[in-house]
């Protein structure tokens, strides 16, 4: 199905052998448990291992698996990694070896435990960039009382780099906070290329919709299951994979009530291999969110070369070109979610060239070799700023 070519995006390794630092990465729930921002610092630190220059990267996690069970105690193993977070950050005090703080944010209670983060990093005066991962960081921030309003202007205006996932949330996180628009990146989020080699489906087989991500109305889930439940859709031969964490039990009890529920799977969050094996065997990408920054799964669906069933929502409209590579349908719009799943079996003509479009798309901007070296290219200058303490 599809060409066999070279990634535009294959890079050499980025020109650091001079620079020699170490840079702190603090993921809430590492790789393993930290949803999106996990699985996106998980691709990046195995495509620069690759790269075989410094800076060393260690990996400390913020917050611990966000586990079901009493709310007392998910805050008290939050807190115990956040305390253990501040520690090793602090620890960097007494080495000799430069250090930065690269810091995961989003709004919320993420927010709150980042500044105890950036108040370690500025005792021992390692320079932290911020990379904000919010569907709206703007109306988090306006959100807040005065005196945290003040608070989260000072934590981003002593940030040395900010990146954001897209051109809207440069624009209205700039003109929230006021900030110097030289001191903001935008980064889209990257993947690793999968090499997929999908074979033809059969006449006779159903078509696999795929949704990754967590179970929630934020996500259109409901609507999903809505349209699924659909007088057309209920006539096609297809079968559905809701995967992710959530309200899993909910939604399940959702699509009994629509009686469709024999031909959806709930089988919880996914791996990276689990991922993969589920992409493999997938018609399409299926993500009717409300708000997002930009959806891994939208970019994992492109690398496999699956035809992306999305939102125009955060900097969903910069990656996805309607009818070229995806369809994007309005927010909420079952009846647009419905007929754009309906194409997508019906018509192979069009999934053949959604198909090649999207890989096309991912080839040429979303890989994540070029990711990883821009991004460990910042760290090597911020590295710089770093050494000034030491010397």
């Not at 703080?101 to 990093?121: D, P, Q, Y």
């Not at 035809?307 to 309607?322: F, L, N, Q, R």
Request: charged share 20%; glycine share 10%.
């Amino acid at each position: 199905m599809y060409q066999s070519h070279s990634s535009p995006q294959s890079v050499a390794s980025p020109n650091m052998s001079a620079v020699r630092g170490r840079v702190m990465i603090v993921c809430p729930g590492g790789i393993e448990n930290g949803g999106g921002i996990g699985r996106q610092m998980g691709y990046f630190l195995g495509a620069v291992q690759g790269f075989g220059t410094s800076p060393s990267y260690r990996l400390v996690d913020s917050r611990g698996p966000w586990f079901l069970g009493a709310a007392w105690n998910r805050s008290l193993l939050s807190a115990g990694y956040l305390l253990a977070c501040v520690i090793r950050i602090a620890a960097t005090r007494f080495s000799r070896t430069p250090s930065i703080v690269h810091i995961n944010i989003t709004g919320r209670g993420s927010t709150l435990r980042k500044m105890f983060v950036v108040g370690a990093a500025q005792c021992v005066g390692s320079p932290y960039l911020l990379h904000v991962h919010d569907y709206d960081y703007a109306a988090d921030y306006f959100g807040r009382g005065k005196l945290q309003q003040r608070l989260v202007r000072r934590m981003f205006h002593k940030a040395k780099r900010i990146i954001v996932l897209g051109a809207d949330a440069k624009a209205s996180l700039q003109l929230a906070l006021a900030l110097d628009p030289t001191h903001l990146a935008v980064m889209h989020n990257a993947v690793p290329d999968p090499h997929p080699n999908p074979t033809p489906r059969a006449a006779e087989e159903a078509s696999h919709l795929l949704f990754l991500g967590h179970l929630s109305g934020r996500k259109g889930v409901p609507e999903l299951i809505a349209a699924l439940a659909s007088p057309k859709l209920r006539q096609l031969n297809w079968r559905a994979t809701l995967a992710g964490g959530g309200e899993t039990k909910a939604y399940h009890d959702m699509a009994k009530q629509h009686g469709i529920s024999d031909r959806i799977a709930f089988p919880g969050w996914l791996d990276r291999p689990s991922v993969e094996k589920a992409c493999q065997t997938a018609t399409c990408i299926v993500l009717p969110s409300h708000a997002e920054g930009l959806a891994m799964a939208v970019l994992e669906g492109l690398s496999h070369g699956l035809p992306v069933i999305t939102t125009p929502v955060g900097a969903h409209a910069e990656v996805i070109e309607t009818g070229v590579s995806g369809l994007l349908v309005p927010p909420g719009d079952i009846t647009a979610l419905a007929e754009s799943l309906v194409k997508i079996i019906e018509e192979p003509d069009l999934r053949y060239r959604l198909q090649q479009g999207a890989r096309r798309r991912f080839l040429e901007e979303f890989e994540i070799g070029t990711y990883a070296m821009r991004l460990s290219n910042l760290h090597a200058e911020l590295l710089t700023h770093a050494r000034t303490r030491l010397t």
